[in-house]
């Protein structure tokens, strides 16, 4: 059974920081790209970040020199360093693969980041 457990979030000011990590179980996670999204309130789900099974990462331009992404493989872990964090990047962040627009697994119960300006 696939699962994705996100966590890390919170509440912080601009300019502030936090690092949420995705533990992944039920697949072979070395093996696939995976991607951090969001979903802000009233908004569809949006890529912020993802990183190649070999380590190659690409990131949303809103998000770029701000969020770095990196993963674990001997912990099937995957994270999201986040600096200066803007109002704008409050919502909902969740970890799954990344296979262009999709399929994708099914989703995690994700992380609340709120960003106070």
């Known amino acids: 059974q696939v699962q994705f457990v996100e966590s890390g979030g919170g509440w912080v000011q601009a300019g502030g920081s936090l690092r949420l990590s995705c533990a992944a179980s039920?697949?072979?996670?070395?093996?696939?790209?995976m991607g951090w999204y969001r979903q802000a309130p009233g908004k569809q789900r949006e890529l912020v970040a993802s990183i190649s099974s070999g380590g190659g990462t690409n990131s949303a331009d809103s998000v770029k020199g701000r969020f770095s992404i990196s993963r674990d493989n001997a912990k099937n872990t995957v994270y999201l360093q986040m600096n200066n964090l803007k109002f704008e990047d409050t919502a909902v962040y969740y970890c799954n693969i990344y296979r262009g627009g999709g399929p994708f697994l099914s989703w995690g119960q994700g992380t609340q980041v709120t960003v106070s300006s």
């Open positions: 039920g697949i072979p996670f070395s093996f696939y790209t």
